[in-house]
Each structure stands twice: as structure tokens, then as C-alpha cells.
């Protein structure tokens, strides 16, 4: 290992001593992850940053997924490869990857992050590193809730709520370039942005509300939650699959308006990554970025994520 980014086996990191408000957050020291067999440790250039961020910062998953105090916070992460372990073949020393990290083993808001070696693949020759460390939890979420989940089709229908948010600006993306027709709802400023990205019908819901104009839906692929997710059942043809990465299925609307209402089953590993990856050289997805951020700026990072207002993905340069 180099510099003196890692002196004595030391980092900078992001860390929560207590769940709590954006206050919480602490720039500080922080020991670089241990390494063993089957790992891969990353000196991290960008980290992702993502709504679930700050959900484990507030505790939302505490009892789901306790963390070990101090924690440090953060999933999504690109880099170079700084060291291997001694049975690891897909990578070696120099190489760019991107990745999830493990965050109750040690988050991406670190300058050192060590995960599995089955969980990174190498930055898209087509992604800048910056870029690729947006991709994991929004592509990869996505990809899950659109096609494992759902099983969306070529020549089906899909209606995307939160079109501009991170995950539905990949889910509009990766729904057309496999053939479906794509509406989404996102609020008027944002309109011609998810156009352009190829959605075919894109609906204000703050001034029309997106149940009145669209209609017979193969796939509701639901980002938003609470009383959209709720009026998205509505949308559905006859036996049409609904799945919400910010809510549970809802037995009585399934009932009521004869649907499938499925739980999102979210895996993202190194496989789903190099696929993705191919999408992006291929042409077929590209990356949104809302804003940059320094490791000593994560708090305002953070409240953004927390406004529900971001229009794309955010990033976090780790120096
Ligand atoms: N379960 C999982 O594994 C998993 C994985 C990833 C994400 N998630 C969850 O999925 C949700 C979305 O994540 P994300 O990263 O896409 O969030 P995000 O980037 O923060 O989403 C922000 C976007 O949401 C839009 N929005 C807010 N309220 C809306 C509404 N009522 N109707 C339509 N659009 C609305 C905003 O558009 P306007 O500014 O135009 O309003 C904004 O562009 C979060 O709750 C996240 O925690 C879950």
C-alpha cells in the first residue's frame, strides 16, 4: 500500500458513532479493512451515494441490519484494485472497479474498501471511474426490480414512478433498450430529461395524476412508495406484476384489482455489474449525475439525497 493516505494502517472515512440526523456524520480516522482469502481490497476514488445512505443513518434497518459503532456508511464505490487475496484470479494490482460494498463490514465513504472478489467487476471502458460509482445500487436495483422481479418483456408495457431519480433514470433506460414501451412520472421540470433518456409517455404528477392516463400496464416498476405506490395498482391489466423498491406488496390491492404484487428480490454482484457494464459500451445506458461532493462536504451530500429532490445520481470524491 501507498502514501501516506494509509499511514500505519489508517484511513479517512465517514463514520456514525449513533444513529441520528445528517449531524451524526463524521469525517475522521478510521483502521484501512482487513483483506483475507477471497478479498479484494480498493483504494476508492468516488463513492455513490443513494437514499438507503441515509436510511442507515437515521436507523430505519437497525433492527434488520444492526451496525457495529463506528460505522462507516456508504454502498456504492469505484477505484483501483490496491491488493488481492491469495485465492483471488478476476482481479489483479491496477486494475479499475466498481462496485456495492458490504456497509455492515465496512462502507464506501472510506479511502480503503475491501469486499468479496464475486462482487466488483472492472469499470465500462465507456464510464469515467466517477461515473461507474453511481452504477451498482441504481442499475443493479433496476435490472432486479424491472426483469428478476417483474419479468419484463420486449413489446410489454411498464409505467416508472420517480422517473428522474436515480434508479428510475436506470429503470427507464434499461426498460426501453429491452423493448418495452416506457411511461413515467416524474414532476414537470424533469419532463424533458426523462424524454430524452426514451420514455415514451411521461406524466407531471404534480399537476395530472398518473392513474387517469395510463392504463392496461404489463409492469408497475414503482420507485416513490406510500400513495403513488398505492395508486399504481390501479394502472395494471388483468394478472400485471407491480414491484416497489420503497414499499411492500399490498394483499387488498392485489385482491382488488386482480394483480401480482411481488417483493423486490435485489442481488447485485460482480455478474449483474459486467452485464450492466456491456449495456454502457454498448450504448444502450448512460449515467445522470446531479452533483459532486468532497468526503468533508457528506453531510450536504446527504441532505440532498434526503430532499427526494435529486435528478440523477450523486458522487462523493474520496481525496
Ligand atoms: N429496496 C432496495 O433494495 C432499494 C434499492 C435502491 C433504492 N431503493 C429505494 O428506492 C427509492 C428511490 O431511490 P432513488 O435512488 O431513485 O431515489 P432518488 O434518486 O433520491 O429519487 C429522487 C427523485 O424522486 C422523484 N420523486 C420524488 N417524489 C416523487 C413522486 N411523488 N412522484 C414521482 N417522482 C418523485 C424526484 O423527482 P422530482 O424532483 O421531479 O419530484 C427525484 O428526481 C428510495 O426510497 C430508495 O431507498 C430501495
Not at 475522521?28 to 463513492?47: I, M, S, T
Not at 438507503?52 to 469505484?78: H, Q, S
Request: no cysteine; glycine share 10%; charged share 25%.
Amino acid at each position: 500500500m501507498s502514501g501516506n493516505k494509509n499511514n500505519k494502517g489508517m484511513m479517512k472515512a465517514v463514520r456514525i458513532h449513533e444513529y441520528g440526523n445528517s449531524d451524526v456524520l463524521r469525517y475522521e480516522d478510521a483502521e484501512v479493512p482487513q483483506v483475507n482469502g477471497n478479498d479484494v481490497l480498493v483504494r476508492v476514488e468516488y463513492a455513490g451515494v443513494n437514499p438507503m445512505d441515509w436510511k442507515v443513518r437515521e436507523g430505519y434497518f437497525k433492527e434488520a441490519i444492526p451496525l457495529k459503532m463506528p460505522a462507516t456508511l456508504g454502498i456504492d464505490f469505484a477505484g483501483t484494485v490496491e491488493k488481492v487475496g491469495d485465492k483471488v484470479k478476476r482481479f489483479k494490482p491496477g486494475d479499475k472497479v466498481f462496485s456495492r460494498a458490504d456497509f455492515t463490514r465496512g462502507g464506501s465513504y472510506a479511502e480503503y474498501v475491501a469486499v468479496d472478489a464475486n462482487q466488483p467487476a472492472h469499470v465500462p471502458k465507456s464510464l469515467s471511474v466517477k461515473e461507474a460509482a453511481t452504477v451498482p445500487v441504481a442499475y443493479g436495483t433496476a435490472y432486479n426490480g424491472l426483469f428478476t422481479t417483474a419479468g419484463l418483456k420486449s413489446g410489454q408495457k411498464v409505467l416508472i414512478t420517480g422517473a428522474s431519480g436515480g434508479v428510475g433514470i436506470a429503470a427507464v433506460q434499461l426498460a426501453k433498450s429491452a423493448g418495452a414501451y416506457v411511461a413515467g412520472t416524474t414532476s414537470a421540470a424533469n419532463v424533458p430529461m426523462v424524454k430524452s433518456l426514451g420514455a415514451d409517455q411521461v406524466i407531471d404528477y404534480t399537476s395530472t395524476d398518473f392513474s387517469k392516463q395510463v392504463s392496461g400496464m404489463d409492469v408497475v416498476f414503482d420507485t416513490v412508495g406510500g400513495d403513488t405506490l398505492d395508486r399504481a395498482y390501479a394502472v395494471l391489466k388483468k394478472g400485471g406484476v407491480i414491484v416497489s423498491t420503497a414499499g411492500q406488496p399490498n394483499a387488498s390491492l392485489e385482491a382488488k384489482y386482480g394483480v401480482v404484487a411481488r417483493p423486490l428480490k435485489n442481488v447485485t454482484d460482480g455478474k449483474l455489474l459486467e452485464d450492466l457494464a456491456r449495456l454502457f459500451d454498448n450504448g444502450k445506458l448512460k449515467v445522470v449525475l446531479e452533483k459532486e461532493f468532497t468526503m468533508s462536504d457528506i453531510k450536504a451530500a446527504h441532505d440532498l439525497s434526503q430532499s427526494r429532490k435529486a435528478r440523477g445520481k450523486i458522487v462523493v470524491r474520496v481525496e
